[in-house]
């Protein structure tokens, strides 16, 4: 019998919403059990696509509360330049800890990162489906292959093509 694992709830930066939406595969946040998306995050994501928040199974949770940011995180935030989708997602997370992170910005994972926080971007919810048994490991590396050309997520290409590989050896693909 199949062990039933449980569902986390995250805390969204607009940078994977958007680059799913682009790839097609949305539908990934399903599998949360929430998706907390802070107000400056949904304008972010609805300035650069037709996102509806309202439509299909993913819970979304609107956030329009402001938590106070203290220390160190407030320095940090400043530090790195964070925007302000970046930093009311942190704010939430220094509130909630057990929540994951999804960003896709270097600047904004390593402040995560730094402060004890799981993170993790696009590329980590479409290998999560595999391990979840959502899509299958060919879905994934099609959607992968499509990247660079469907999508507005940066990344070198040599790092996308070392995931492949990783993902092709371990899956037998």
């Keep these: 019998m199949e062990r039933i694992r449980p569902k986390n709830s995250v805390v969204c930066d607009a940078g994977p919403i958007i680059h799913l939406h682009e790839l097609?595969?949305?539908?990934?946040?399903?599998?949360f059990e929430k998706v907390l998306v802070p107000d400056a995050v949904r304008e972010e994501v609805l300035k650069h696509r037709s996102v509806g928040f309202e439509d299909g199974d993913v819970n979304w949770v609107g956030i329009s509360r402001r938590f106070p940011v203290e220390e160190p995180l407030r320095t940090m935030c400043q530090m790195f330049s964070l925007d302000a989708g970046e930093v009311a997602a942190l704010e939430i997370l220094s509130k909630e800890p057990d929540l994951i992170f999804l960003t896709d910005d270097a600047a904004a994972r390593l402040v995560a990162t730094r402060l004890g926080f799981r993170v993790h971007g696009t590329i980590g919810v479409l290998i999560r489906a595999i391990r979840r048994n959502?899509?299958?490991?060919?879905?994934?590396?099609?959607?992968?292959?499509?990247?660079?050309?469907?999508?507005?997520?940066?990344?070198?290409?040599?790092?996308?093509?070392?995931?492949?590989?990783?993902l092709r050896q371990e899956f037998d693909v």
């Design 134 to 166: 959502l899509m299958k490991p060919e879905t994934v590396i099609d959607a992968l292959n499509r990247l660079p050309v469907k999508s507005s997520l940066h990344i070198k290409a040599s790092l996308l093509r070392q995931i492949i590989s990783r």
């Design 24 to 31: 097609e595969c949305l539908h990934l946040m399903e599998d």
